[in-house]
């Protein structure tokens, strides 16, 4: 087990050095810096700006003071956002997105199992075809277009809900069901086709010869077994969402990460973009290991650490 | 279960059950449309997608099938223009996926140990990174880098060709990695079967035992895999667009036509026709796509047929 942990810690600085990496060459090879505008600047004054950004010196020489500086847990200056720390500019966003992707996280699992599972439930019937179209049609709709359709109507037309924004408790509910719609489809289909597979098995036809009721036989046997390839899926789903997010948090006007990383790109604004792919490497990596170590709670018989 | 060398490429009667799934040959219909809709749309409507007017917002009319936008372009051809970008996009980028995918996967299976054990730990590691974060990245790298350089040819005429270029070759550059797991898989089931040990015993060069009989053999699932990737890639490519990162005006893909019209929504008018067509469109052919592909893997895989 704690072999299995440093192993995978280990590997998680690994893939974080290698995004690290590419993005602050990636970033410096194009063309133009954080600094360029139409108006030249003097050269004094754009050497005195190089130097309070650290972006003087030997391209490597900036490199490995910018890894030296992050093992302090220093991620520097937002060139964009002139004076404010990177570290304040994820502290402000990343609660915003947290709890954007949280409540999605939630939507998605809760209402895609249960839909799986009734869709499985009732084989062949109406409510099994009409989810699955329904599940189908969400996963093929992209998210740019539910979210502009739901404030169209739950936000113009009945004025029940904030069109955007971050102001209220409310602002959360469009946001959160535009990220959640296509992967709530996703898990229903998974949750279906597994819960199918799972209740043609022998220890199935064994609960019920004992006589348990149905109910019983759904909920204790097959549920947990079913929701394994779910639970493998839970790492993408992390993944999907944050990148999802990106989208979501443009189409609502609200102030997380996603902004600040599409805007980093279009501003050359090194430190705060690499800052924010830090941030979101972490999380993608740090989730799926958490996902490997939840197969040991659902499977005993599954030792993913050895 | 052993196979004669000469098993054809696909199992027989997999084209009679394809054809015998309403909901695949509905979608193929779909999609012949669309297609010849987008391809013959610059011969047989002369309207110009970039021609703007002074005619804004004017609602669906016989003279504007689909309205015109905020420049008085016209709304129908501007979509034909992007149902050519999109599907251009997504077919050449699922195309390069499919070449990177399978050479990858064909070479570590085949050579298997230690070569194997690499690179799928490579393509593991490639799984944790933010893969579409990356690409906005990198598109934006590149993109300038490219225009420089294509500038040089032919006067110039391909500059505006670069981002379209870069979409395609970056998005085939990341959607590689579940085809490459799937081929491998399936040469490691083929290549110890009996028919591979007779070409072998024959002394028949590698080369040949991989072209002759290892990739008929697999072509059936990397077909399913390809229909299934190009809505992917249309969807990424959509997703780019849409943040303003991707296709750039006065060009149009699906994803910057439905950007326009999703920053266009206000609450005293809705400029409907300016999201509900290229969506309607967009999802038509996500949805038709995604439907052959489940048509296709109960025709081409009667095993997995659930």
Redesign the interface.
């Given at each position: 087990m704690l072999a299995f942990l440093v192993r995978r810690l280990t590997g998680l600085l690994v893939v974080l050095w290698c995004v690290i990496t590419l993005t602050f060459f990636l970033v410096r090879l194009a063309p133009g810096g954080p600094f360029s505008r139409e108006r030249k600047i003097p050269p004094a004054i754009e050497k005195q700006l190089l130097a309070r950004y650290k972006l003087d010196g030997t391209l490597w020489q900036q490199y490995t003071d910018y890894l030296g500086d992050l093992l302090k847990g220093d991620l520097r200056l937002s060139t964009k956002y002139r004076d404010r720390s990177v570290n304040e500019l994820i502290a402000d966003g990343l609660p915003v997105s947290g709890l954007l992707g949280f409540t999605a996280f939630l939507i998605a699992t809760g209402s895609g199992i249960a839909l799986g599972c009734a869709a499985a439930w009732r084989q062949h019937s109406f409510l099994d075809r009409a989810s699955m179209l329904g599940a189908l049609t969400l996963i093929s709709v992209p998210s740019f277009v539910i979210g502009p359709l739901l404030v169209l109507v739950f936000a113009l037309r009945l004025p029940w809900l904030p069109v955007g924004g971050w102001n209220s408790p409310a602002s959360v509910i469009l946001p959160a069901l535009t990220l959640a719609g296509p992967y709530t489809a996703y898990i229903a289909r998974l949750t279906r086709s597994s819960m199918l597979e799972v209740l043609s098995q022998d220890f199935i036809r064994t609960a019920r010869a004992k006589g348990l009721t149905e109910t019983a036989v759904a909920t204790r046997h097959a549920l947990k077994i079913a929701l394994l390839p779910v639970v493998s899926f839970l790492g993408p789903l992390a993944a999907n969402l944050l990148t999802g997010s990106i989208v979501v948090e443009s189409i609502f006007n609200i102030p997380g990460m996603g902004g600040y990383f599409v805007n980093s790109i279009l501003n050359r604004d090194v430190f705060l973009l690499s800052g924010v792919v830090i941030v979101y490497c972490t999380l993608l990596v740090g989730l799926n290991l958490l996902v490997d170590l939840s197969y040991t709670l659902l499977d005993r018989r599954i030792q993913v650490y050895e | 279960m052993s196979k004669p060398a000469n098993t054809p490429a696909t199992p027989p009667g997999a084209w009679r059950r394809l054809i015998r799934n309403r909901t695949a040959v509905a979608s193929m219909a779909v999609l012949g449309l669309i297609a010849l809709l987008a391809a013959a749309g610059p011969a047989l409507f002369h309207t110009d997608p970039h021609g703007t007017s002074s005619l804004q917002f004017a609602p669906p009319s016989s003279a504007h099938p689909f309205g015109t936008d905020l420049n008085g372009r016209d709304v129908f051809s501007r979509v034909l223009e992007g149902a050519r970008i999109s599907l251009l996009v997504g077919l050449s980028g699922a195309l390069v996926s499919f070449l990177i995918g399978t050479t990858y996967g064909v070479v570590s299976g085949y050579i298997g140990g230690r070569v194997d054990g690499f690179m799928m730990r490579t393509v593991e590691?490639l799984y944790?990174?933010?893969r579409?974060?990356?690409i906005?990245?990198?598109s934006?790298?590149f993109d300038?880098?490219l225009k420089?350089y294509l500038a040089g040819f032919w006067d110039g005429q391909l500059v505006g060709y670069s981002k379209i270029l870069i979409l395609i070759l970056s998005l085939g550059l990341i959607e590689w990695l579940t085809m490459a797991r799937i081929v491998r898989g399936q040469v490691l089931a083929l290549k110890n079967q009996q028919f591979v040990l007779a070409a072998r015993s024959l002394g028949q060069s590698h080369l040949r035992i991989i072209t002759r009989h290892l990739l008929p053999n697999l072509m059936g699932v990397v077909v399913v895999y390809l229909t299934l990737t190009i809505?992917a890639v249309v969807?990424d490519e959509?997703?780019l667009s849409?943040?303003?990162?991707g296709i750039q005006a006065p060009q149009a893909s699906w994803?910057s036509l439905?950007?326009d019209?999703?920053q266009v929504?206000?609450?005293v008018r809705?400029y409907?026709w300016l999201?509900a067509f290229p969506?309607l469109l967009?999802?038509a052919t996500?949805?038709a796509l995604?439907?052959l592909g489940d048509g296709l893997r109960d025709a081409l895989d009667p095993r997995q047929r659930?």
């Open positions: - | 590691v944790a990174i933010p579409l974060i990356l906005l990245i990198a934006f790298v300038p880098l420089t809505p969807l959509s997703f849409f943040l303003g990162l994803g439905l950007a019209g999703a929504i206000n609450p809705s409907w999201l969506a967009m999802s996500l949805l995604n439907f659930k």
